[in-house]
Nanobody, 126 residues
Framework: VQLQASGGGLVQAGGSLRLSCVASERTFGIYAVRWFRQAPGKEREFVAGISKSGRKIAYTDSVKGRFTISGHNDKNAAFLQMNSLQPEDTAAYYC????????????????????WGQGTEVTVSS
């Protein structure tokens, strides 16, 4: 599976960005779709995810109420709407497909079976 991420950029604190991730094949019902990020000098962290069923959504605590993950099943695309961005949100953001997740589960753990898109850079200035 090929993943193409886009939508990153430079924004002032308080601004918004919408990240997109388009897959080369169907993802609904096959993969949990997730976003991770990695800031300079820090480890990669889970940001948000949707379960295979589409019914379960999870966010890391620091983005709850500001970020919204969604998916367009017929377009094999997923989106991350990021509002009220803060400098600490600055990172490379990666979309991810998790093939081993349970039907109604979103995990923050990764495995060798995951698929990854290329990162899209988000920079938030203060």
């Amino acid at each position: 599976v090929q993943l193409q991420a886009s939508g990153g950029g430079l924004v002032q604190a308080g601004g918004s960005l919408r990240l997109s991730c388009v897959a080369s094949e169907r993802t609904f019902g096959i993969y949990a779709v997730r976003w991770f990020r990695q800031a300079p000098g820090k480890e990669r962290e889970f940001v948000a995810g949707i379960s295979k069923s589409g019914r379960k959504i999870a966010y890391t605590d620091s983005v709850k109420g500001r970020f919204t993950i969604s998916g367009h099943n017929d377009k094999n695309a997923a989106f991350l709407q990021m509002n009220s961005l803060q400098p600490e949100d600055t990172a490379a953001y990666y979309c991810n497909l998790d093939p081993i997740a349970r039907w109604d589960t979103v995990s923050s753990r990764t495995s060798e079976r995951d698929y990854w898109g290329q990162g899209t850079e988000v920079t938030v200035s203060s």
